[in-house]
C-alpha cells in the first residue's frame, strides 16, 4: 500500500525531462523528490542523467560559438552579454547539475548493489561482516542499512543492535509463505518456484513461475 501511495505521488518521467529541458531548475528538484521515492530509478537512471547533462553542456557551447561569432543576434543585430550569461546558466549550469546527480546517483546505485548482494544473495546478516566485505566502517553500516530500511529496501527489516545484525523478517515470512502454498498444491517445489535475479539491483527474487512480479527489494518488474 504505502508502495502504491508513494507511485501516486510521483511526477512521472516524461514530464520531469520536459521541465529540465524547458525549465531546468524545477526540473531538477522534481527529480531529487523522484530518485528519493523511486527505489528504482536510483539504481537505472544515472546513465540517462549524464546523457542529458552533457547534451545541455554541448548545447551550451554551441549556444556561447554562436554569440561569439556573431551568428546570433538581437533584433537590432547586437549581441549582448545576456544571452551569453542565459546560454551558460540554463544550459551549461543545468547540464553540470545533471551530471553531478548522475554521478552520485551511480555512487549510491553501486552501494546499493553491493549490499544488496551481500546480505540477500550471500545470507550475511552480521554487520561486521557486511562492513569488511564493502569496505566501510560498523558505523557507516548501520547508518547505511538503516536508510535503506527506511527506503524500502529492506520491507520489514530491523537492525538488531545487541547482536551487531540485520534482521530480515520480511525474507522469512515470503519464504514460509512459499513453501505452504507448494505444499498445499502438492507439487514439486521446483516446478512452482524459481529464482529470478533482478536486472537493476542484483537481488535474488523466488517467484511463482507464469506470474509478473515486481522486485522484493528495488520494485523493479522481474522478467
Do not use: H
Amino acid at each position: 500500500m504505502a508502495n502504491s501511495v508513494q507511485e501516486n505521488n510521483s511526477t512521472s518521467w516524461k514530464t520531469i525531462i520536459l521541465l529540465l529541458i524547458f525549465f531546468w531548475p524545477v526540473g531538477l528538484i522534481l527529480l531529487y523528490r523522484k530518485i528519493s521515492i523511486d527505489k528504482s530509478a536510483t539504481l537505472k537512471n544515472s546513465k540517462t542523467f549524464n546523457i542529458l547533462g552533457w547534451v545541455f553542456v554541448a548545447l551550451s557551447v554551441i549556444s556561447v560559438l554562436m554569440i561569439l561569432t556573431g551568428n546570433l543576434k538581437t533584433e537590432d543585430g547586437s549581441s549582448t552579454t545576456g544571452e551569453l550569461m542565459v546560454a551558460l546558466v540554463f544550459f551549461g549550469g543545468g547540464g553540470a547539475v545533471m551530471i553531478y546527480a548522475a554521478k552520485k546517483m551511480k555512487i549510491n546505485a553501486e552501494k546499493l548493489k553491493k549490499y544488496i548482494a551481500i546480505i540477500i544473495n550471500n545470507n550475511q546478516t552480521s554487520i561486521d561482516n557486511i562492513a569488511a566485505a564493502v569496505p566501510i566502517s560498523y558505523e557507516e553500516a548501520v547508518k547505511d542499512l538503516q536508510k535503506m530500511i527506511d527506503n524500502g529496501y529492506f520491507e520489514g527489516a530491523y537492525i538488531d543492535v545487541s547482536n551487531r545484525e540485520i534482521v530480515l523478517t520480511n525474507k522469512k515470512t515470503k519464504q514460509n509463505d512459499f513453501t505452504s502454498n507448494v505444499q498445499m498444491d502438492g507439487t514439486a517445489n521446483e516446478l512452482q518456484v524459481k529464482v529470478v535475479v533482478c536486472k537493476s539491483c542484483g537481488g535474488n527474487n523466488k517467484v511463482v513461475r507464469g506470474q509478473v512480479c515486481e522486485c522484493e527489494y528495488c520494485g523493479s518488474l522481474l522478467e
